[in-house]
């Protein structure tokens, strides 16, 4: 029996879907910009010539179950649309498949889409799904279950759990930035112990950003990181002021986390946090179970479509 590699599978996958013209739509209707965009990318699709299987899903619990029985039924090409929290919960259902996940970027940030980098415009995000090409890109994992792009712990991750939907939906991206300047005179220290590539090391923080993929939001993590190159970026906040938090940020929309200091960088494949006392942890924009925590890298472990100008090694 002949073993394909990795190039011809993915030129297999490819030519099927350019071939049959056939694929699954999914949206999150919740998503900030799900319900506007659903029925114009489903025209657009079928005006391309694709036959489609489409669900709006209005309870975002479901997605999982419908992206797996769409899996499960025999597509090859599962469009998914929504923001970092619909497709981190969805990828581990198409991960290590011969699926190829395609994006449709309806969320707040859209950090994953933006590591890959999707067009944002419908009309961008549609034709990258009709012209693509199915590359295959890292993903986390977490305590044995996949995500996309990062996991967040401490302030971040509590800007996340206090802003509301209908804040994100009227003011994107500056919705966090609206909360996060409330939620800054209330966070609190924690002391983070992580193990990294068998060392340890302490810190008293208030943040600490662990990253699969090269964007948080619409900042870049770090220049040099991207959706391939089989490394988490781990950021780390050195500092015990609050202000501190407000020099990540800025570090973070300049693209160098540490270009303001405080802030400690660090690359690895895998990282094991403890915190005392326990925090939540934000994956991709939803609230998980808290510290501890193991994450690494599931290289290669997602295909994607992606703009043929991306760089696939």
């Given at each position: 029996m002949e073993v394909l590699t990795r190039t011809q599978r993915k030129?297999?996958?490819h030519e099927e879907i350019k071939h049959n013209r056939s694929a699954v739509l999914i949206v999150n209707a919740r998503a900030r910009r799900g319900r506007k965009w659903f029925q114009a990318a489903k025209r657009y699709l079928q005006e391309a010539g694709f036959r489609l299987s489409c669900y709006e899903i209005k309870d975002p619990a479901r997605l999982p179950e419908v992206v797996a029985h769409a899996v499960k039924s025999g597509a090859k090409f599962v469009i998914v649309g929504g923001g970092d929290g619909t497709i981190s919960s969805v990828v581990g259902y198409v991960a290590r498949r011969d699926v190829v996940l395609g994006i449709l970027p309806l969320g707040t940030g859209n950090s994953f889409a933006r590591t890959i980098g999707l067009p944002l415009s419908l009309k961008g995000a549609v034709d990258n799904l009709i012209n693509g090409k199915v590359v295959d890109v890292d993903l986390g994992i977490k305590n044995g279950d996949y995500f996309a792009n990062l996991a967040s712990i401490g302030f971040n991750a509590q800007v996340v759990h206090q802003t509301p939907d209908a804040l994100k939906r009227l003011?994107?991206?500056?919705?966090?930035?609206?909360v996060g300047c409330r939620e800054l005179l209330r966070s609190n220290l924690f002391?983070?112990?992580?193990?990294i590539d068998g060392s340890r090391c302490q810190f008293d923080t208030r943040q600490v950003i662990i990253a699969n993929g090269a964007f948080y939001g619409?900042?870049?993590i770090t220049p040099s990181a991207s959706a391939e190159d089989r490394l988490l970026r781990v950021c780390v906040l050195d500092s015990k002021k609050r202000w501190g938090i407000v020099r990540l940020w800025l570090g973070l929309m300049k693209g160098e986390p540490a270009a303001f200091g405080s802030v400690r960088v660090?690359?690895?494949r895998r990282?094991?946090?403890?915190?005392?006392?326990?925090?939540v942890v934000d994956i991709d924009g939803e609230l998980t179970a808290g510290t501890p925590?193991?994450?690494?890298v599931a290289p290669q472990a997602l295909l994607v479509m992606a703009p043929q100008d991306f760089v696939d090694t």
């Amino acid at each position: 029996m002949e073993v394909l590699t990795r190039t011809q599978r993915k030129q297999l996958l490819h030519e099927e879907i350019k071939h049959n013209r056939s694929a699954v739509l999914i949206v999150n209707a919740r998503a900030r910009r799900g319900r506007k965009w659903f029925q114009a990318a489903k025209r657009y699709l079928q005006e391309a010539g694709f036959r489609l299987s489409c669900y709006e899903i209005k309870d975002p619990a479901r997605l999982p179950e419908v992206v797996a029985h769409a899996v499960k039924s025999g597509a090859k090409f599962v469009i998914v649309g929504g923001g970092d929290g619909t497709i981190s919960s969805v990828v581990g259902y198409v991960a290590r498949r011969d699926v190829v996940l395609g994006i449709l970027p309806l969320g707040t940030g859209n950090s994953f889409a933006r590591t890959i980098g999707l067009p944002l415009s419908l009309k961008g995000a549609v034709d990258n799904l009709i012209n693509g090409k199915v590359v295959d890109v890292d993903l986390g994992i977490k305590n044995g279950d996949y995500f996309a792009n990062l996991a967040s712990i401490g302030f971040n991750a509590q800007v996340v759990h206090q802003t509301p939907d209908a804040l994100k939906r009227l003011l994107g991206v500056f919705a966090y930035l609206f909360v996060g300047c409330r939620e800054l005179l209330r966070s609190n220290l924690f002391t983070c112990e992580l193990e990294i590539d068998g060392s340890r090391c302490q810190f008293d923080t208030r943040q600490v950003i662990i990253a699969n993929g090269a964007f948080y939001g619409v900042s870049r993590i770090t220049p040099s990181a991207s959706a391939e190159d089989r490394l988490l970026r781990v950021c780390v906040l050195d500092s015990k002021k609050r202000w501190g938090i407000v020099r990540l940020w800025l570090g973070l929309m300049k693209g160098e986390p540490a270009a303001f200091g405080s802030v400690r960088v660090f690359k690895s494949r895998r990282v094991v946090c403890h915190t005392n006392p326990p925090q939540v942890v934000d994956i991709d924009g939803e609230l998980t179970a808290g510290t501890p925590l193991s994450i690494g890298v599931a290289p290669q472990a997602l295909l994607v479509m992606a703009p043929q100008d991306f760089v696939d090694t």
